[in-house]
């Protein structure tokens, strides 16, 4: 089969680059996760790609394609918690673990996916590593009040094995898009995502409205889907897909900062998040505000 046809239209460089439908994408997509193109053929999609950027269309096809070929986590008694988390730690502590945690505690079935995409970050595997959470090794139900991290390759390996272009050609590539988006949970859902440039806002908005999803979109912590723990980022929701503002921006100068770690490695990260969950140090006031959209949402799905 190949995809030079679809490489055809969106290599044509920045201006004369032409978008793809939703069954195009697809199939596109759909041939690269089962491995049925050449490394050169991925490399030019990707690359392509990247000067041309995704329309919501084209990113929608990319996860019709992935969702037929995903290993599920069963639907359980309560709506899952979906946390991806890709990005890790390069200057502040990665607490997507702790904001999973806080969660947990409430009484919802929270679920962690993600891979290391680099090798000079601290990720959210290594941390829970400390925490003493092991990674799944098996697609399993996720019982409320409890916390999985599942590996991407357990997912979808095809979808690991685009992730692991980046490590080649040093560029990102749609799947470093379609992780934070994506479902990978039967039954009902929330997906806590985040974007890192106001760009990505709109477009992830965008296609959360087409896929009509149930998703808490922000400003991350260095692309992590937790909230930065000294200022309140904006925070939007969707529910079947339809937008709803729920948090403005905290401005202004902040009066006093939280005492997170000035270290990032996982034992550090993982000591600080201990201490939080025992009541030996506050939640760190966003990170708190957080947890209460999350709960509020998930009580309306």
């Known amino acids: ?36 193109v050449t490394d050169l ?15 919501a269309q084209e990113m929608a096809g990319f996860l019709d394609a992935t969702d037929i070929r995903l290993n599920k986590i069963p639907a359980g008694d309560k709506p899952v918690v979906v946390i991806p988390s890709y990005n890790g730690a390069r200057k502040l502590p990665v607490l997507t673990p702790l904001l999973a945690l806080l969660l947990a505690r ?8 993600g891979t290391a995409t680099e090798s000079t970050r601290v990720f959210t595997s290594k941390v829970l590593l400390a925490l003493d959470i092991p990674a799944r090794t098996a697609i399993e139900s996720i019982a409320p009040g409890q916390l999985a991290f599942a590996p991407t390759e357990l997912l979808c390996p095809g979808l690991q094995r685009l992730l692991d272009v980046r490590r080649v050609v040093n560029l990102r590539n749609p799947a470093h898009s ?11 859902s929330l997906i ?18 087409l896929m009509q999803s149930n998703a808490l979109l ?32 905290q401005t ?24 939080v969950m025992a009541g030996d140090q506050p939640v760190p006031p966003p990170i708190a505000q957080q947890v209460v959209h999350i709960l509020h949402l998930v009580s309306q799905l």
């Open 192 to 209: 806590v995502s985040s974007y890192t440039h106001p760009e990505y806002a709109e477009s992830m908005a965008a296609t959360f409205e």
């Open 41 to 55: 053929e991925i490399g030019g999609f990707c690359l392509a790609m990247r000067i041309k950027g995704e329309t």
């Open 1 to 36: 089969m190949g995809i030079g046809k679809y490489i055809k239209e969106i290599g044509r460089g920045k201006e004369g680059a032409r978008a793809l439908t939703r069954e195009q994408a697809a199939d596109l997509f759909g041939q690269v996760l089962d491995g049925a």
């Open 252 to 275: 202004g100068t902040l009066a006093t900062l939280p005492d997170i770690p000035t270290t990032i490695d996982a034992n550090s990260t993982a000591a600080y998040i201990r201490a």
């Open 218 to 249: 922000l400003r991350g912590t260095e692309g992590e889907a937790v909230a930065d723990p000294r200022r309140t980022p904006k925070m939007r929701a969707f529910i079947a897909g339809q937008p709803i503002d729920l948090q403005e921006a």
């Open 178 to 188: 379609l992780v934070k988006l994506m479902n990978p949970c039967e039954g009902k």
């Open 106 to 113: 409430k009484g919802l079935p929270v679920l962690i996916h």
